[in-house]
């Protein structure tokens, strides 16, 4: 359970340390995110803050979200995400948090969707090494081959590496660093890759413990 922000990813680009070695960088525009619940144990049984991020007319929200804002008193937001914390205490409904929660050097998680690929054969989802290019060889080339068991257990076991749709699924990348922070353009610069295409929705987590 720990506090993040939302954002969304601009691009990947590389910046050079004290030594003149190049770090490569995703930079995340963070925020900044408005607090639009609160969680509490007696009511919810469980604490967490509820962050809402980027802007939307709201005639684009149903009746029920428009009621979440009206009566928490903010502007409509595009995404809402909770984060779970240990105490809700200190917080309160129409607060700001911006990138000042991070440090430079700390490692935090990120969530996002990664890319959407398609319908995709085996070789390019899972890797495959496909079948003989020659020697008789028809029509075989980036086939799987036999994919099922014999009279018993006589089905495709789950799970099966098969040949379907590719990316387009919630990814998380664990202990990322944090190279830069600027705080007037609340902008994260984090080192590695995150998932996900430019523009896309990511969830930058502080690392528990």
């Known amino acids: ?29 963070a925020g900044p995110c408005t607090v639009v619940a609160l969680r509490r ?10 962050l809402g991020f980027g802007k939307v007319k709201p005639s684009r929200l ?5 009621g979440v804002f009206k009566s928490a008193g ?13 105490d809700v205490a200190g917080f309160e409904v129409g607060q700001t948090i911006d990138v000042s929660i991070f440090e430079v050097g700390e490692v935090v998680d990120v969530t996002g969707t990664s890319k959407g690929k398609g319908y995709a054969g085996v070789m390019k989802r899972h890797g495959f090494g496909g079948g ?11 086939r799987s081959g036999s994919s099922g068991a014999n009279s018993f257990p006589s089905h495709v076991f789950k799970g099966k590496t098969m040949p379907g749709r ?6 998380t990348v664990k202990n990322l660093s944090i190279v830069a922070i600027d705080k007037e353009n609340n902008l994260l610069l984090i080192k590695g890759a995150i998932p996900g295409p430019r523009n896309g929705l990511v969830v930058v987590r502080k690392k528990e413990g």
């Open 62 to 66: 149903n009746k029920p979200l428009q």
């Open 74 to 86: 903010v502007e409509p937001k595009r995404w809402l995400r909770e984060f779970r914390v240990d």
């Open 41 to 50: 144990p007696e009511i919810e049984k469980y604490t967490a803050l509820v």
């Open 166 to 171: 590719m990316g387009n699924e919630r990814v």
């Open 132 to 142: 003989p290019a020659s020697h008789g060889a028809s029509l075989f080339h980036r």
């Open 1 to 29: 359970m720990s506090l993040g922000i939302l954002g969304l990813k601009v691009g990947m680009t590389q910046i050079y340390d004290d030594q003149g070695i190049a770090i490569p960088v995703t930079v995340v525009e």
